[in-house]
């Protein structure tokens, strides 16, 4: 999942270089979304409520 975020991120600044407005706040959106995810599950398993086999 880390490596999606990262290109969504990588996607985004390219975009935003050559002045693609819309898919860069698109790849920036489905980033941070990522991002709250792997934090939200980082917390959970910190927190032993799931366990990771």
């Known amino acids: 999942m880390l490596e999606l975020i990262l290109i969504l991120l990588v ?11 819309r898919l860069s ?14 934090l939200v599950l980082f917390l959970l398993v910190l927190l032993g409520v799931v366990a990771i086999a």
């Open 11 to 21: 996607v985004a600044a390219i975009a935003g270089l050559l002045g693609f407005g």
């Open 25 to 38: 706040g698109i790849a920036l959106s489905g980033a941070k979304i990522l991002i709250a995810v792997v």
